[in-house]
C-alpha cells in the first residue's frame, strides 16, 4: 500500500496559491502528512502554517526570463526550464515516498514532467492534476513564440 503522504506542488508563491494551500489542508484534515513544496515568497494563511500534518518545503524560483529581445526569451526558456526541474526533482526526491503527487496546471513546465518522472522513477506515487487551465492559452497571450507555444501544448497534452 501507498503511505499516507502527499506532495502539494505549486511552482509559484505558496502564499499567493490558496486553492493549492486548500488542497494541503483538506488532505492534512483527513491524516496525510503533507509536503507543500513551492516558492516561499509570501506568507501563507495561518491555517497552512499552524497545521501540524504540514510542512513547507520551499524551493528557489532561480532566476525570471526575459521578455525581450524576443532571441534571448528563446535561447534562455530552455535553461530555466531545466533549472526549475532540478531545483523541484531535488525537494520531491529529498522529502521522502509519497502516497500521492499534486500538482497544479499552469505552470506544467517542468512540473507535469517533473512530478510524471518521479511518480514512475523514484516513489511510484498516484499522480493527481488539478487542471484549472491550459498553461499553453497563457502563453498565447504573452507574445511568445508560436513554435514554443505549440510545443508546450503538445507537452501538455500528452
Known sequence: PRPKRASVIVLGDIGRSPRMCNHAVSLADEGWSVDLIGYAESTPSQRVLQHPRIRIRPISPGWKLPKRPKIL???L?????LTRAYNLAAVIIGSGRKGII????PP?????AVARLTTW?????ALVID???FGYSIMQTTGAPAF???L????ERA
Not at 108 to 112: A, D, W
Not at 152 to 155: F, I, P, S, V
Open 131 to 133: 487542471w484549472h487551465n
Open 148 to 150: 514554443l507555444v505549440s
Open 152 to 155: 508546450a501544448r503538445a507537452y
Open 102 to 105: 499534486l500538482v497544479q496546471n
Open 73 to 75: 526569451y528563446i535561447l
Open 108 to 112: 506544467g513546465i517542468p512540473t507535469l
Open 121 to 125: 522513477l523514484w516513489d511510484g506515487a
Open 77 to 81: 526558456a530552455p535553461l530555466a526550464a
